[in-house]
């Protein structure tokens, strides 16, 4: 009954919806609301692929929610949880709006209305190359690589020192390059550098073909633009010929004014690394049920207590720290991101960042 229920909203949705097209590339920030709570969506859209950050109160408790999903041509769209099957959005999208329907925990419909919101953020371009070659040119039948990647950068001139940094500190392989900072030299740069290490393994004709198909795909996503602070994220998947790709994602927040990336000497306080530690391990315990009187590594962690760490993201709703496969524990743990929503940060965080945040003491 509920999946006709919908059938049926969504055909009456997308009669009044027509004419609305989806383009190739953008970035949008969406606001709305959720159960009745204020949201903001943070969208990345790159050919059919979408990436997003959704951000709102969920039973009076900060949400964070990464999203993945596909969009087609007329900007029919769906979203779901990162690695989870079950769509949570549906609906249709442009740069400008996103309408449709968000099902709750409990399953119902809730029809959602979302507006880009430029307001106190800024206009930012994604980029994307995709570029597949064999290992031997001259061979019909060859193994082969992909490459794919992305990135996404503000265009405006005024921001073009921030331009510059993001390019340098988030993208550029090496030491930085006056003449590549240009979107598309940088990413053909990242290929160059890709296939130069692949086409060293011609010399390898013997080795078994999986380990001949190379892949290296990189997908950015969004997490803040807003009280000038800009959150990157780049997702990085490589398989070069071993028993399992591996996954890297970085963040990279930047102060919109100064261009400066932030580290964690510019969000907290001195000597505030203890209290971060007690607060991050205290969230392993309580995601792997491991008693306080238990020791991390007897669960398998590779660690005693979780160290704080410069590959943190910063939101409207609180700060989380991401740790990738065998920095905590082994592979088969998968990622860990650890969030800590203000309320927890309070007298940890420097002026500078209140201020931006506008929090309060």
């Known amino acids: 009954m509920q999946i006709k229920r919908f059938i049926l909203l969504f055909f009456l949705f997308s009669i009044v919806f027509t ?6 590339n953008f970035y949008s920030r969406y606001t709305g609301t959720l159960e009745n709570n204020p949201a903001v969506l943070n969208l990345v859209q790159v050919n059919s692929k979408l990436r997003a950050h959704l951000f709102f109160m969920e039973d009076d408790a900060a949400s964070h929610t990464a999203l993945t999903g596909m969009v087609d041509k007329q900007g ?5 949880r990162e690695y989870e099957s079950d769509t949570i959005i549906r609906g ?15 399953n119902d419909l809730q029809r959602i209305a979302f507006s880009a919101d430029d307001a106190k953020s800024i206009a930012l371009t994604p980029y994307n190359l995709s570029v597949d070659k064999k290992l031997f040119e001259e061979r019909e039948e060859s193994p082969s690589a992909i490459f794919e990647s992305e990135l996404i950068v503000p265009l405006a001139e005024n921001l073009r020192p921030l331009r510059d940094s993001i390019l340098t500190q988030a993208f550029l392989v ?5 003449s590549l900072l240009l979107p598309d030299q940088v990413l053909r740069q990242q290929a160059d550098i890709f296939f130069d290490n692949y086409q060293k393994l011609s010399t390898y004709d013997s080795l078994p073909s999986h380990s001949l198909q190379w892949i290296k795909s990189v997908e950015v996503g969004l997490v803040m633009n807003q009280h000038g602070l800009l959150c990157i994220e780049t997702s990085e998947h490589v398989f070069s010929g071993g028993a399992h790709g591996m996954l890297n994602r970085l963040f990279y927040v930047f102060d919109t004014q100064s261009a400066k990336r932030l580290r ?8 505030s690394d203890s209290v971060l530690a007690e607060l991050l391990t205290n969230e392993v ?16 962690l590779f660690v005693e207590a979780v160290v704080p760490h410069n590959n943190f993201w910063i939101s409207n709703t609180g700060i989380g720290f991401y740790y990738n496969s065998y920095e905590l524990a082994p592979y088969s743990y998968g990622q860990s991101d650890l969030f800590l929503p203000f309320s927890r940060l309070k007298g940890l965080l420097n002026n500078d960042i209140r201020e931006m945040l506008q929090l309060e003491e």
Do not use: C, N
């Not at 004419?19 to 190739?24: K, L, N, S, T």
């Not at 029919?76 to 779901?80: A, N, R, S, V, Y």
């Open 76 to 80: 029919d769209f769906f979203l779901k």
């Open 174 to 178: 090496g030491d930085p390059d006056s």
């Open 19 to 24: 004419g609305v097209f989806a383009q190739e």
């Open 92 to 106: 249709r999208l442009s740069s400008s709006r996103l309408e449709g329907f968000y099902f709750t925990k409990s």
């Open 264 to 271: 964690m000497e510019d969000v907290f306080l001195p000597h």
């Open 285 to 300: 315990r309580s995601r792997y049920e491991i008693h306080k009187d238990s020791s991390l590594q007897s669960f398998g």
